[in-house]
């Protein structure tokens, strides 16, 4: 899933003000089907989210790999 800088929710700098580059925030998008006990889950084992649960046509978070980069969770309403 690709976005452009500004676009919907993922389009915009996260909430500690850590920037997009400029093809927004590339990332893969996985639909998990309880958003809050995956993401209850994988902090408990560590995890970096970059954002907290949104909801813009579903529910969403973005959490980082290993590598740092974006994966988005998504629970469609």
Known sequence: ???R??????GRSMPDGDAHGPVGWSRIQIEVEEI????????????????????????????????GNPIELFRSF
């Open 1 to 3: 899933m690709l976005n």
């Open 5 to 10: 800088p500004g676009a919907g929710g993922v």
């Open 36 to 67: 809050e006990a995956t993401v209850a889950r994988l902090r408990s084992a560590g995890a970096r989210f970059r954002n907290e649960i949104v909801g813009n046509g579903g529910r969403q978070i973005l959490v980082d790999d290993p590598s």
